[in-house]
C-alpha cells in the first residue's frame, strides 16, 4: 500500500453505489446486537435495502449463502447467536456473499472478544468498528469503554493498514469524528457526520449494516463499498442534525434524511480525502463538498 493514490473520484462513486443501492434494493442479513435491530432494520429499509433478522442457528448459514450481503455484530453473543455467527460467516465466505465484522465492545469482555477474534480468521469483507473495537480484536489494545472508543481513528491507522496488507479483511473501516477507510489500494478519510450519532442507539451498529448493503451492490471493491456507505450514512445524519432539537428528534429526521437523500446531496455535502501519490499521511481533497 505504499505511495497509494486516488484513481476515483470518490464522491461520484459514493453517489453511483447509492444509486446502485436504491435500484438492487439488496437483500442484508443481520446477526446483531438485541438492542439495535429494529433500528438496523430501519436504517436499512430507509436506505432502499432490505433487512432479513435471521440469527438461528441451521437456518442462519443457508440463508447467508442467498442472501446479498451480510453483517455479524458481536453486540449480544449468547450461545445461539454466536453459533449462528459462525455459521453464517462461515457460509458467507463459501458462497461468496459480502460480509462485514463489526466486533462490539471487544477487549475487556472475554466471550464477545474470543468470538469476534474467532470470526476474523474467516476473513471478512470488511471490518467495521470504533478505534478501540479495531485495534482490541486485532489484538493491539485492550479496548474501549463499553461500545464507547477511548482512541482516535489515527490511532488505529497502522494497525488497520497492516490488516488489510495482509488480507485479514478485504477492508477496515474505522469510525470517528473522522472515519478512516483502508485497504491495499489506499485510505480514505470521511469528515462529515454529527456527535447526536452517538447519543441515539444503534446509530455505530446499523452502519455495519449499510456497509454490508453497499458492499452487495459492488463485488470486489470492499473500498468502495466502506467509503460510499460511511459518506451516505454520515451526511444523511449532519443533515438531520441541522434540523433536530436533540436525539430524539434526531433519530426519526436521520431516517427521513436517509430515505431521501440523492445523488446531488452526496455531491454538494460529502467532505471525502484520500491519501495522496507518494504520502499517505498527506490528504488530497476529493469532491465539491470538501
Known sequence: MENAAPTTDWVVRTADLLEA???????????????VQNVTANVLLALGASAAMVDV???????????????????????????????????????????????????????????????????????????????????????????????????ARDAAVATADAGTAQAVAVSGAVDLLVA???????ANGTELL????????????????FAAVAPGRALDA????????????????RDAGGPGTFQPLFLDRLASLTPEDVVREARITADGPGARAASTTIGAGS
Do not use: K, Y
Open 21 to 35: 443501492v436504491r435500484t438492487r434494493a439488496p437483500l442484508v442479513q443481520c446477526i446483531t446486537n438485541t438492542v
Open 57 to 155: 442457528p441451521t437456518e442462519a448459514g443457508p440463508f447467508a449463502g442467498v442472501a446479498d450481503g451480510l453483517l455479524v455484530n458481536t453486540g449480544t453473543p449468547h450461545a445461539e447467536p454466536s453459533t449462528a455467527s459462525r455459521e453464517a460467516a462461515a457460509a458467507a465466505a463459501e458462497a461468496g456473499t459480502p460480509w462485514v465484522l463489526d466486533p462490539v465492545a471487544v477487549g475487556s469482555l472475554p466471550v464477545r472478544t474470543a468470538l469476534a477474534r474467532d470470526l476474523l480468521t474467516m476473513r471478512p469483507t470488511v471490518l467495521r468498528g470504533n478505534a478501540s473495537e479495531v485495534l482490541a480484536v486485532l489484538g493491539t489494545s485492550a479496548g474501549g469503554r463499553g461500545v464507547d472508543s477511548t482512541v482516535g481513528t489515527e490511532d
Open 184 to 190: 491495499p489500494e489506499g485510505l480514505v478519510r470521511v
Open 198 to 213: 452517538t447519543r441515539i442507539t444503534g446509530g455505530g451498529c446499523a452502519l455495519g449494516a449499510v456497509v454490508a448493503a
Open 226 to 241: 466502506a467509503v460510499a456507505a460511511t459518506a451516505v450514512h454520515t451526511i444523511a445524519a449532519e443533515l438531520a442534525a
